[in-house]
C-alpha cells in the first residue's frame, strides 16, 4: 500500500482480495470516523491504469509498466497556461516571461521522474501556438515575419532553437535576453527505488537519504546548475547549504519553491576567492545566499574604501 496524505493506492493480486483489503481499510478508518469517497474509489486492473497525484500508472500490451502525467494533470495544465495568457493581453513580453517561466519549471521538475518526453514536446507546441496568438494580438496591424523577428529567436547560446519566445528589449544578469524556457529543456531524470525498507524517520540513514537527495537535480538552468555543482551546494560565505534538503511533492510547491527560494533566497555575484596563502586567485562569479549578499554590501559600505598614497609636494 501506498499512501500519501489521504490518498492511497493498495496493489493486490486478485479483485477479490481487493475487495477484502477494502473492506478491512473501512473497518479499520469506521471508528476514526472515515470513510471512503465511493467516487474517488475504484478497482481496476493494471492494463486499465489508475491515476495517482496526478500521475497515470498502466501496464501496456508490451508488458511494460510506465508512469506518464495524467490527462487530467495535462488538462488542467493547458487550461491555466491559456487562462494566464488571456489575462496578459495588454502586457508585455517581460510580463509574459516572469509569469509562465515558474509555472513551466514547476510542472516540469515535479513529471521528470516520469515518462514525459513526449508530453513535455506537445506542450512546448502548445505553448508556441498561445504565445504567437498572444503576440499577433498585441500587434494587430504588423505581418507575421514582423512578428516572429521580434519575439522569436535563438536566445538560449546552449540550445540551437530559433523558435523560443523571448523579450528583445530587455536584459538579464548575463547580457542574454530573456526568454521563455521550454518544457522540454528539463532532463528526465528516472525515480531511483529505496532500498530494502529504508525509512527517513531512521536517524542512522541521514547518509543515505542525504546522498539520495544530491543526486536529484534542482530544475535551473545549465548555467546556476554548473555553479552549484562546483560549490558543492553550499554558500562560500557562511557554508550553508545553498538549497532546501526537502524536495517538493506537487507542481505547485515546485513553482513556490522556485518563485521563494531560487529567485529571491539565491543571487549570482562575483567574489574573490582566497587560497590557503591569503592570496587572491582571481574574480569568480558564484552563487551566494541573498541575505549574505546584504550583508556583505553593507559591510563593504561601512569599511572605507583605501586612500590611494599621494606624495608630498616638495617646497623650495
Request: include cysteine; hydrophobic fraction near 40%; charge should be positive.
Amino acid at each position: 500500500m501506498v499512501r500519501y496524505a489521504d490518498d492511497l493506492v493498495a496493489c493486490c493480486h486478485s479483485r477479490q482480495q481487493a475487495e477484502r483489503v477494502k473492506a478491512q481499510l473501512a473497518e479499520w478508518l469506521a471508528p476514526r470516523g472515515l470513510v471512503f469517497n465511493e467516487g474517488k474509489t475504484k478497482i481496476v486492473h493494471l492494463t486499465e491504469g489508475f491515476d495517482f497525484l496526478g500521475f497515470n500508472v498502466r501496464r501496456y500490451r508490451n508488458g511494460k509498466l510506465l508512469t506518464k502525467p495524467s490527462s487530467a494533470a495535462v488538462k488542467r495544465l493547458r487550461s491555466r497556461l491559456a487562462a494566464e495568457m488571456r489575462a496578459l493581453r495588454g502586457s508585455n513580453a517581460a510580463a509574459v516571461i516572469a509569469a509562465l517561466n515558474p509555472i513551466i519549471r514547476g510542472w516540469a521538475a515535479y513529471y521528470q521522474g516520469a515518462v514525459s518526453s513526449k508530453i513535455f514536446g506537445d506542450l512546448d507546441d502548445y505553448m508556441w501556438k498561445l504565445t504567437y496568438r498572444w503576440a499577433k494580438r498585441s500587434h494587430g496591424g504588423k505581418p507575421k515575419r514582423w512578428v516572429v523577428h521580434r519575439y522569436f529567436g535563438r536566445f538560449d547560446k546552449f540550445r540551437n532553437d530559433r523558435w523560443v519566445f523571448g523579450n528583445r528589449a530587455g536584459h538579464d544578469e548575463r547580457g542574454s535576453v530573456p526568454h521563455l524556457i521550454k518544457f522540454a529543456w528539463t532532463p528526465i531524470i528516472r525515480h531511483q527505488l529505496v532500498t530494502g525498507a529504508a525509512s527517513p524517520d531512521d536517524p542512522d540513514l541521514i547518509d543515505y537519504w542525504a546522498a539520495r537527495r544530491q543526486r536529484v537535480q534542482p530544475p535551473l538552468d545549465s548555467y546556476n546548475l554548473r555553479l552549484l555543482t562546483r560549490q558543492a551546494g553550499r554558500c562560500p560565505l557562511c557554508r550553508d547549504p545553498l538549497l532546501t534538503a526537502d524536495l517538493p511533492q506537487s507542481p505547485a510547491e515546485w513553482e513556490r519553491w522556485w518563485l521563494s527560494v531560487v529567485r529571491k533566497a539565491i543571487a549570482a555575484d562575483y567574489l574573490v576567492h582566497q587560497d590557503g596563502h591569503g592570496t587572491p586567485d582571481g574574480t569568480r562569479t558564484r552563487l551566494i545566499h541573498a541575505s549574505c549578499r546584504r550583508e556583505l554590501q553593507a559591510r563593504k559600505r561601512r569599511t572605507p574604501a583605501s586612500q590611494p598614497a599621494t606624495t608630498p609636494l616638495g617646497l623650495a
